[in-house]
C-alpha cells in the first residue's frame, strides 16, 4: 500500500482524471478528502469508494470561491488531522481567440484553473508544514508551455500554473514539500468530449482522428495521466521538485 493513511485531498473528483486518481489513491490506502463542484457526481464518487472500505469524506462547492478553498483544506484538518497530499486537478477549458474571450470566460477561467491552485495551496502549506513535509501536484497542460490555437484564457490559466508551481517548487523544498506539475496533451476525458459536441461534432469519430495526431497511436486515457500524478505525489519522486511534466506521447502542440 503506496499511500496507506495518507491524507490526499483532491479537487475535480468527479471529473474524468479526478475519478480516475480518486480511485487508484483509495487502492493504496489513502484517506481522501474529495472536491467537486458537481454535488451529485461527487456523492457518487466518495459512496462508491466507501463501499471499497476507503475512508473518504467530501466537501462540494465552487472553486471560484476563495471561503471554499479554505474549508476544503480546514475540512481535511477536522476528519483526519492533517494533508499529506494535495492535488489540484480540477479546471475548465473556455474556447476562444482574445476577441472572442469576454470578461466571465476570461475571470472563470483565471479563478477556477488558478486563483484556486493558489488559494489552495496557501491553506495547505502550513498543515503539510506541520506534518514535517508533503506533496502538491498541480494540473498544467502542454497548451500552458506551448500556447494552442484559441484558448488564449485556458491556455494564460494553465501558463500560470506552471510558473506557481516552479516557484513554490523552490520555496516550499526545505519545508520537504515537493511541488510539481503535469502538463497534458489531449486527454479521452468529458472536457474533451463535451468539447466536440459543443462543436457539432461526433466524440467518437473526433477521437479517432485525434489519435491519429499522437506518435503513440493515441490520445492519453486518464489512467496514463493519473499515474504520473501518483508517481510524482510518492516517495518514489522524493528528489523531484519544482518540475513541469509533460505526458504528450510524444505529439508536439501544432496549430
Ligand atoms: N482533457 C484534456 O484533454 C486535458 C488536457 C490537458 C490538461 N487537462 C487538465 O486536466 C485536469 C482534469 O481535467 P479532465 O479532463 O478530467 O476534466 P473534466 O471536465 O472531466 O473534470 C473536471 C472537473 O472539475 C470540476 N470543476 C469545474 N469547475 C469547477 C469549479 N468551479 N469548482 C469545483 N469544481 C469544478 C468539474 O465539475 C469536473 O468534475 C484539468 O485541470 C484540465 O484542465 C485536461
Excluded at 462508491?48 to 479554505?70: D, F, I, M, P, Q
Excluded at 491556455?155 to 510539481?180: E, F, W
Aim: hydrophobic share 40%; charged share 20%; net charge negative.
Amino acid at each position: 500500500m503506496q499511500f496507506e493513511q495518507k491524507v490526499v485531498v483532491i479537487t475535480g473528483a468527479a471529473g474524468g482524471v479526478g475519478q480516475v486518481l480518486a480511485r487508484q489513491f483509495a487502492a493504496q490506502g489513502a484517506r481522501l478528502m474529495l472536491s467537486d463542484l458537481n454535488h451529485d457526481s461527487l456523492v457518487s464518487v466518495a459512496e462508491s469508494l466507501r463501499e471499497t472500505g476507503c475512508e473518504v469524506s467530501y466537501l462540494a462547492g465552487n472553486l471560484r470561491e476563495r471561503n471554499y478553498c479554505e474549508q476544503l483544506i480546514a475540512h481535511a484538518v477536522t476528519e483526519f488531522g492533517g494533508v499529506d497530499i494535495l492535488l489540484n486537478n480540477a479546471g475548465i477549458i473556455p474556447r476562444g481567440t482574445i476577441e472572442e474571450t469576454t470578461d466571465d470566460m476570461w475571470f472563470t477561467a483565471m479563478d477556477v484553473n488558478l486563483n484556486a491552485v493558489f488559494f489552495l495551496c496557501r491553506a495547505a502549506i502550513p498543515v503539510m508544514k506541520q506534518r514535517g513535509g508533503g506533496a502538491i501536484v498541480n494540473t498544467s497542460s502542454v497548451w500552458g508551455t506551448y500556447p494552442g490555437p484559441a484558448h488564449v484564457a485556458y491556455c494564460t490559466s494553465k501558463g500560470a500554473v506552471a510558473a506557481l508551481t516552479k516557484n513554490l517548487g523552490r520555496d516550499c523544498a526545505p519545508d520537504q514539500i515537493r511541488v510539481n506539475a503535469v502538463c497534458p496533451h489531449e486527454i479521452n476525458t468529458p472536457m474533451i468530449r463535451t468539447g466536440f459536441e459543443r462543436r457539432g461534432l461526433d466524440p467518437e469519430q473526433a477521437i479517432e482522428a485525434l489519435n491519429k495526431t499522437v506518435p503513440l497511436g493515441r490520445i492519453a486515457e486518464p489512467e496514463d495521466i493519473a499515474d504520473v500524478i501518483m508517481f510524482l505525489a510518492s516517495d518514489q519522486a522524493r528528489y523531484i521538485a519544482g518540475e513541469t511534466v509533460e505526458v504528450t506521447g510524444a505529439k508536439p502542440v501544432s496549430g
